[in-house]
């Protein structure tokens, strides 16, 4: 069956960096869209990041752009997001979630169960 797993998340200093990742089983990781969404604090789901597998476009949030990259290995079936410059206002669960196909336009079908990024001196 299809499995997404979030680790990596962490309490870390404002300006600080973490990387996220997301190990994927239970299908043909090369040929779904990936993407992160995360969810702060008594607010509702906030998209982060998309990886296109159809062309291999990534896209961003204009909150993370340039602070925020995201990628993914094919041969070890995971999606990581690297984060760098972290504000007290990324503090949120991270999730990561697969499209119905190649395409981030699908909708999404799998949803990781999540890991808690806490930004605070």
């Known amino acids: 069956q299809v499995q997404l797993v979030e680790s990596g998340g962490g309490l870390v200093q404002p300006g600080g960096s973490l990387r996220l990742s997301c190990a994927a089983s239970g299908f043909t990781f090369s040929s779904y869209a990936m993407s992160w969404v995360r969810q702060a604090p008594g607010k509702g789901l906030e998209w982060v990041s998309d990886f296109n597998s159809a062309n291999g476009n990534t896209y961003y949030a204009n909150s993370v752009k340039g602070r925020f990259t995201i990628s993914r290995d094919n041969a070890k079936s995971t999606l990581y997001l690297q984060m760098n410059s972290l504000k007290p206002e990324d503090t949120a669960v991270y999730y990561c979630?697969?499209?119905?196909?190649?395409?981030?336009?699908?909708?999404?079908?799998?949803w990781g169960q999540g890991t808690q990024v806490t930004v605070s001196s």
């Open positions: 979630a697969r499209a119905r196909t190649n395409w981030v336009t699908a909708p999404y079908d799998y």
